[in-house]
């Protein structure tokens, strides 16, 4: 990433992963400064997502 001179990152950027593991998914995230918080996502919340 190039950045004028005096300028900072906004810290805007979002890289979020989804991990099916073990019979639990997990959606993975960072927070805007340091952490990794996580979700858990239960089945019922994926049973009427169409992918395609």
Do not use: I
Not at 13 to 28: C, H, I, M, V
């Amino acid at each position: 990433m190039c950045l004028e001179p005096g300028t900072e990152p906004t810290g805007t950027d979002l890289y979020a992963s989804f991990t099916p593991q073990g019979g639990w998914n997990t959606l993975r995230y960072p927070d805007r400064k340091f952490l990794l918080l996580g979700k858990d996502v239960r089945p019922e919340f994926l049973a009427d997502l169409t992918v395609g």
